[in-house]
């Protein structure tokens, strides 16, 4: 098909413009709050004149009401911390008239078909992306070019406004416990290496390690948000000569998976090895050893996204990165942590 004969979109009206495509709305949709310079507003318009463009908010003033539809766009939908967002964003979105319809973005993001499909024109008035990493570029792409969308914890590069957990607070209270315990040889196991929640926790763990001890020695394991994963990081532990006294692992289900090969080790947890996991999971308390956590407001941060994406849709100013700092990260102190032995120190 000939490209030029394709609708243009707001993103591609933003690009020609070089503005963000929530600037690009705004200016279009006549928001009366939105700052912008006379030249940036004369180069939207003139953007959108050029492209042939018509603006959502005309679209729309076309209909005789909206959809009512939300689009939740998820990673991973079995895992116990996801449904706990997922009931946030349903919530304020069932409060503001909406009904959320669901889908999973693994499926989205290689199925060009259902992707179409799940935006068909009407059908919802805006997305929420919970996507995993690796996923997240394609889809912010695809479907912020059709409705407005916002991220969840992700990293949209300014691209659409972000709901986002102080991963990095996270990481410096999981440590923080370890290093109040007497713990210095601590090992970080992480998610993905590139992936931005995993990095702000592993750049927590970092500080206060630092911190308390300057010449200790940074000690990181990049896995994955899986059990299987966190078995397979346990093992590359146990290959080594000397094994550290405490492991901070930054997802609760990677942490099972680390708990699971000690146990099959013959590693006692924690009077050989103690270890938190970042993520309060119903299962934490359930486990042979109880795993101490480190409890994020998940729930806050589904009806933060969905307030984001709601006074967008309102036309109303939205920050571009929403931090959740209130209710704060909380340590939950179980059974698998303890001071390290002294022979540790030896």
Avoid at 29 to 37: A, E, L, Q
Avoid at 87 to 94: E, I
Wanted: a neutral charge; one cysteine or more.
């Amino acid at each position: 098909m000939d490209p030029r004969k394709l609708a243009p979109t707001l993103r591609d009206v933003a690009t020609l413009a070089g503005v963000s495509t929530t600037i690009a709305s705004r200016v279009l949709n006549d928001d009366p709050v939105v700052r912008v310079r006379d030249e940036t507003r004369a180069r939207i318009l003139e953007a959108a004149a050029t492209l042939g463009y018509t603006p959502h908010g005309v679209a729309r003033s076309l209909r005789t009401s909206r959809s009512d539809a939300i689009g939740l766009i998820m990673h991973n939908l079995t895992s116990p911390m996801n449904t706990t967002v997922l009931d946030g964003v349903r919530g304020r979105c069932a409060e503001a008239g909406y009904v959320t319809l669901l889908a999973d973005s693994e499926q989205l993001a290689t199925d060009s078909g259902r992707l179409r499909s799940f935006l068909a024109r009407g059908r919802l008035d805006g997305v929420i992306l919970h996507v995993g990493h690796g996923y997240h570029d394609k889809l912010i792409a695809d479907v912020s070019r059709h409705v407005p969308a916002v991220l969840v914890n992700s990293d949209g590069s300014g691209s659409v406004p972000t709901a986002r957990l102080d991963d990095v607070a996270a990481g410096r209270t999981a440590t923080e416990h370890l290093v109040a315990l007497g713990h210095a040889a601590i090992c970080f196991i992480g998610g993905p290496a590139e992936a931005i929640t995993s990095l702000g926790r592993q750049r927590g763990y970092e500080e206060v390690l630092r911190e308390a001890y300057p010449d200790a020695r940074v000690d990181v394991i990049s896995a994955g948000w899986t059990d299987e994963l966190g078995e397979d990081a346990a093992r590359q532990l146990l290959s080594r000569p000397q094994l550290p006294t405490a492991i901070v692992v930054a997802n609760a289900v990677t942490a099972a998976g680390v708990l699971t090969v000690l146990r099959q080790a013959g590693i006692n947890v924690p009077n050989d090895v103690s270890v938190v996991g970042i993520h309060d999971a119903w299962f934490a308390k359930h486990l042979a050893v109880s795993l101490t956590t480190v409890r994020l407001p998940l729930f806050e941060l589904g009806a933060m996204a969905a307030d984001l994406l709601l006074s967008t849709l309102a036309g109303k100013p939205t920050p571009m990165n929403a931090l959740i700092v209130d209710p704060p990260p909380v340590l939950v102190v179980r059974e698998s942590t303890a001071p390290p032995r002294p022979a540790s120190h030896a």
